[in-house]
Nanobody, 114 residues
């Protein structure tokens, strides 16, 4: 069974940057889509960004211009570069891989202090 392992979360001040990584246990081209989601306390999980097997990229409205999703095919890793972080970006960030069903990572905590 495929495994997704996120890393790179932590505590950062507002205006700072973090880069999240999602290491996948098999080729990322096995999946139609790789994505990052986030879930803040008391809120629903929401899409941050996705990248399709064909390279199409899309972002949640709040991520446009600040976040960037990318992938390293050789390392089977997907990244999320987050810049100009705000306290409202505080959440657990999850990596997701979709074939027919979606597989989730365990999540990594991002905390942005004001």
């Amino acid at each position: 069974q495929v495994q997704l392992v996120e890393s790179g979360g932590g505590l950062v001040q507002a205006g700072g940057s973090l880069r999240l990584s999602c290491a996948v246990s098999e080729s990322i081209f096995s999946f139609n889509l790789m994505a990052w989601y986030r879930q803040a306390p008391g809120k629903q999980r929401e899409l941050v960004a996705f990248i399709t097997i064909g390279g199409t990229i899309n972002y949640g409205e709040y991520a446009k211009g600040r976040f960037a999703i990318s992938r390293d095919n050789a390392k089977n890793t997907v990244y999320l570069q987050m810049n100009s972080l705000k306290p409202e970006d505080t959440a657990v960030y999850y990596c997701a891989a979709r074939k027919i069903a979606t597989t989730w990572g365990q999540g990594t905590q991002v905390t942005v202090s004001s």
